[in-house]
Nanobody
Framework: QLQASGGGLVQAGGSLRLSCAASGGTSSSYAMAWFRQAPGKEREFVAAVNWSGSMTYYVDSVKGRLTISRVNTKNTVYLQLNSLKPEDTAVYYC????????????????WGQGTQVTVSS
């Protein structure tokens, strides 16, 4: 199971840190990712991290502003969001992939419930 938290309302230029706590059958050996879905749009890939945290990958639109990380001893993955823009407004979902990370959501077997991020202009 994955439990996402940390969303909220923030002004443009502000920061948030999202957390995703894993439990049950979700292993620290899984690749983890964050996706987001804005109103009226399809869910899109945001960032991924490999099982050890040594490799990360980002969609171009968030590079330099968002940082994904993980602490396996806490079974938690984080997404630090800086310099937020109104277009970052979305529900953010964390996901776990037993067979390695991907930008494709169908590769992820486990999903959190989502946490809302709203950026006001």
């Amino acid at each position: 199971q994955l439990q996402a938290s940390g969303g909220g309302l923030v002004q443009a230029g502000g920061s948030l840190r999202l957390s995703c706590a894993a439990s049950g059958g979700t292993s620290s050996s899984y690749a983890m990712a964050w996706f987001r879905q804005a109103p009226g749009k399809e869910r899109e890939f945001v960032a991924a991290v490999n099982w050890s945290g040594s490799m990360t990958y980002y969609v171009d639109s968030v590079k330099g502003r968002l940082t994904i990380s993980r602490v396996n001893t806490k079974n938690t993955v984080y997404l630090q969001l800086n310099s937020l823009k109104p277009e970052d407004t979305a529900v953010y979902y964390c996901a776990a992939a037993p067979l390695g990370g991907s930008v494709y959501d169908h590769k992820y077997a486990y999903w959190g419930q989502g946490t809302q991020v709203t950026v006001s202009s």
